[in-house]
């Protein structure tokens, strides 16, 4: 929903005072009037406009140094292990810790809820989501759990060789998982990450295609650590603000002087209510590096990329125990091009959302600032990037 011009120019007006709080409330893209591409958003504008997809999220703010967190999303609420869902992974830069990506290539499902935190904390996740798929009814025999747990590294703004998250983080980000609005910025696996060199979050968005079309739901969430030289709306906001890289210095100077370098990672996880299985949810995934692209990533070598798909669709789910996998329906491949489209405008636009409701961060010694929401906003204006009615 865009905001109004009159509560607009307020924001302004506040976002220009010296005053100005960190934790002042930040516009999503399009409260300002910014429209990513050209499909609609679902009414939340998030990955939970997909029916039965939940999010969950812990935030670890703790004495100077630590600002980290667990993200999670269950693509539906029951049993994901008793009653899988057929899933991808697509990888960008593989320069990351991504646990049970293997098995679900191999198998083509997912599980278990997908996690997300800080680098190091992936190992001690891993196993306490192994632990609550072991504790739930029905799984009292389960011998083999394979976790899908993602990172980014925090530990810039975090100490990140203390990793600080604990088994009852996790549960608590897997058993407070709800539909509706999902809190965006600095928040759970977003608490300390860094993009751009402006503080990174967590941001999501959806697009619904047009009844004509299947009337599918695309939505995605990102937790965002990685540079290059941003745009938003085709706008060249990192070289209009004197943020480009490679021009600035190079990652090893950047290094040396223990300043945020490009290196980072982007997770993106996407979720649709289309019935369509692994094949297809491979290729789905693949165009959502599209819309990291759109956004300047320059996808160094240092940067993790990997984006999870899966369906949630109760027509294409897996009975583990079935001998044989009997989905209803299954798009057709000439189907699938819309679906493509919307990937990459919401992969685009959360982008976007985890910059723009991320405010400024002090920790572990160091101070990222959020970006300069009223210079780009006027940028964007000049550029013609901003609607107006």
């Known amino acids: 929903?865009?905001?109004?011009?009159?509560?607009?120019?307020?924001?302004?007006?506040?976002a220009r005072s010296p005053?100005?709080?960190?934790?002042?409330?930040?516009?999503?893209v399009r409260d300002v009037g910014i429209e990513i591409g050209v499909l609609s958003p679902g009414p939340l504008n998030a990955i939970t406009d997909v029916a039965g997809v939940k999010v969950g999220q812990t935030t670890i703010i703790r004495g100077d140094n630590i600002r980290t967190g667990v993200t999670a999303i269950l693509p539906h609420g029951g049993n994901l292990y008793q009653e899988r869902v057929p899933a991808a992974i697509f990888l960008g830069n593989a320069y990351g810790k991504l646990t049970g990506s293997t098995q679900v290539n191999e198998m083509g499902e997912i599980e278990t809820p997908i996690l997300?935190?800080?680098?190091?904390?992936?190992?001690k996740?891993?196993?306490?989501?192994?632990?609550?798929?072991?504790?739930?009814?029905?799984?009292?025999?389960?011998?083999?759990?394979?976790?899908?747990?993602?990172e980014t590294n925090d530990g810039y703004l975090s100490d990140i060789?203390?990793?600080p998250i604990s088994a009852d983080d996790v549960f608590s980000a897997i058993n407070n998982a709800k539909d509706g609005p999902v809190e965006e910025g600095v928040v759970g696996a977003g608490t300390g990450t860094i993009a751009f060199s402006w503080k990174g979050g967590i941001g999501t968005s959806s697009r619904r295609l047009p009844?004509?079309?299947?009337?599918?739901?695309?939505?995605?969430?990102?937790?965002?650590?990685f540079g290059g030289n941003l745009i938003i709306a085709g706008v060249p906001i990192g070289k209009e603000l004197g943020k480009t890289y490679p021009t600035i210095a190079s990652?090893?100077?950047?290094?040396?002087?223990?300043?945020?370098?490009?290196?980072g990672s982007c997770m993106m996880i996407v979720a649709t209510d289309a019935p369509i299985d692994h094949r297809n949810l491979l290729r789905l995934a693949a165009r959502a590096m599209l819309g990291l692209a759109r956004t300047g990533s320059s996808e160094t070598n240092g940067s993790g990329d990997y984006v999870i798909a899966f369906s949630s669709s109760p027509d294409v789910r897996i009975d583990p125990k079935a001998p044989l996998y009997r989905p209803k329906e299954l798009l057709s491949n000439e189907s699938m091009s819309p679906l493509f489209e919307a990937v990459i405008e919401a992969t685009e636009e959360a982008i976007d959302n985890s910059m723009f409701r991320a405010h400024d961060v002090t920790g572990n010694g160091h101070s990222i600032k959020a970006?300069?929401?009223?210079?780009?906003?006027d940028l964007l204006r000049a550029h013609g990037a901003i609607a107006t009615k």
């Open 125 to 150: 996740a891993s196993d306490a989501l192994i632990t609550y798929v072991f504790h739930l009814p029905g799984n009292e025999n389960v011998l083999s759990v394979n976790p899908v747990v993602g």
């Open 19 to 28: 005053l100005l709080a960190q934790t002042e409330a930040r516009p999503r």
């Open 211 to 225: 009844a004509s079309l299947g009337g599918y739901t695309v939505g995605v969430l990102v937790q965002t650590n």
């Open 251 to 263: 990652v090893d100077e950047l290094s040396k002087q223990k300043l945020p370098t490009p290196d």
């Open 161 to 163: 060789r203390s990793r």
């Open 116 to 123: 997300l935190t800080g680098t190091d904390s992936v190992f």
């Open 371 to 377: 970006l300069p929401l009223a210079q780009v906003i």
């Open 1 to 14: 929903m865009r905001i109004g011009i009159g509560v607009l120019l307020l924001w302004l007006s506040v």
